[in-house]
């Protein structure tokens, strides 16, 4: 019974492919299996045609022979360069997890020898070396943040990415959201508005990786204003699910962009000609995270005007 | 005076973890490695162990497992630092009986400390 079933979970195509995490089109064991009854249709067509026109068994059999060693040998062919592609594919991600591992151990050491050096415990910084000791631990953490990125994005890949149901009130995520990003809204003269919605009810997902969402948008948000910013948080019911949108009046994202937007380490141009710092994976996480919550992610733009950013998850 | 042993093979942390923990006046015990962590924990019993999960000659899972099966450490609490964050590695770390499990890269420093304070309070 369990052999039977090993079998079956093995010819499982589309499990088997959601493993390597890209589509079925390009996945090699499916690709196989379709080469193979596009063999065996051409083989019994030849057949039926063989046997219409020629006389001779012998000659109808031998041209299905070629016919289906051509095919077997294009599908071999067709197959074996996506399972490299695949292999490929996986291996980096592989590459990506064990650098980036490798990687924070030294940065989390930097992290907190320089919270000691600037916490003033290991003796007064001259007011001249204040700024520069800034300077270094904003880059750690610039650093550290670009590691976190990645190994939540090798996590995405390899479909790790751990995800705790449970209810939460989106309300009070939005709430700690807005205490969280003041600084950071003050800093950049950017006014952030957040309409309280009465009776929302509770919405059923991973409070802390929905959290990450809002915090994504919100970020870009502030980033992408120009000078006196305006952000507009929304949360509103939508039929069964709870809807949560940020609205900007920034930069904005160019029409031939926009396709692009939610893809790994994207950057606009222009969002480089405003030079914010971020890795470009920030939408792509966010959208994982969004459909593996069984939602949706989107926006609306104009250049120079300024973006929507929404979402929705399912209430239960 | 309490005593923290702290097993851990970065010098790095051996250093600015020790400072800034003597000087909330607590007395550290340094292990580079796992042998000589279990050693000294069975030597010199310390009141909190601040342990490493990756570390050279035996690795952290080890160490704990050994410290709990010893009836002269395994009533010691261990806080597990480390900046492995698998889930796995967590359940298997409070499965073996560590208290707490703190990943550095998610931490700040005077977090660790005020955790340390607080179980050594208890």
């Known amino acids: 019974m369990n052999l039977l079933k090993r079998i079956f979970s093995k010819l499982n195509i589309v499990e088997q492919c959601k493993k390597y995490n890209i589509s079925l089109w390009q996945c090699p064991q499916f690709l196989f299996l379709v080469m193979g009854m596009i063999i065996v249709v051409s083989s019994l067509t030849a057949y039926a045609f063989g046997t219409r026109y020629i006389e001779d068994p012998l000659t109808v059999a031998l041209i299905i022979q070629l016919l289906a060693g051509v095919l077997l040998t294009m599908a071999t062919i067709i197959t074996r360069s996506f399972e490299r592609l695949a292999e490929a594919n996986r291996l980096k991600s592989e590459f990506i997890s064990v650098v980036s591992h490798q990687l924070r151990s030294p940065l989390s050491n930097l992290k907190w020898t320089i919270e000691l050096l600037t916490s003033g415990k290991l003796g007064k910084i001259e007011e001249k070396q204040v700024e520069y000791f800034k300077i270094i631990r904003e880059n750690s953490n610039r650093m550290h943040e670009l590691v976190s990125d990645l190994l939540t994005v090798s996590r995405i890949e390899s479909a790790k990415l751990p995800f705790k149901k449970q209810e939460f009130s989106m309300q009070e995520l939005v709430d700690n959201l807005i205490i969280e990003y003041k600084p950071l809204a003050s800093a950049s003269n950017v006014e952030v508005i957040f309409k309280k919605v009465d009776d929302l009810p509770k919405a059923s997902s991973d409070p802390s990786r929905i959290k990450l969402v809002m915090e994504n948008l919100l970020d870009n948000a502030i980033r992408y204003v120009n000078e006196k910013g305006k952000v507009e948080i929304k949360l509103s019911q939508e039929n069964n699910n709870i809807r949560f949108s940020v609205k900007d009046n920034g930069v904005g994202i160019p029409e031939k962009d926009k396709k692009y937007i939610f893809q790994k380490f994207f950057r606009s141009e222009n969002v480089l000609r405003h030079q914010t710092k971020g890795s470009g994976l920030g939408l792509y996480i966010s959208k994982a995270i969004i459909k593996k919550a069984k939602g949706k992610i989107g926006f609306q733009s104009e250049e120079s005007k300024g973006s929507t950013f929404w979402f929705i998850i399912p209430i239960n | ?122």
């Open chain 2, 1 to 122: 005076m309490k005593t923290i042993l702290f097993i851990e093979d970065e010098s790095a942390l051996q250093k600015t973890v020790g400072e800034i923990l003597k000087q909330e006046g607590y007395e550290i015990i340094s292990a580079l490695d796992g042998r000589v962590g279990l050693k000294l924990a069975q030597r010199k019993t310390p009141d909190l162990i601040l342990l490493d999960l990756i570390l050279p000659k035996l690795n952290g899972f080890e160490v704990l497992k050994k410290l709990k099966e010893n009836s002269e450490t395994k009533n010691i609490p261990v806080i597990v630092l480390t900046n492995l964050e698998g889930i796995e590695d967590i359940d298997k770390a409070i499965e073996l009986g560590a208290q707490s499990y703190l990943v550095k890269a998610q931490y700040e420093l005077k977090e660790l400390v005020e955790k340390v304070k607080k179980i050594l309070n208890e």
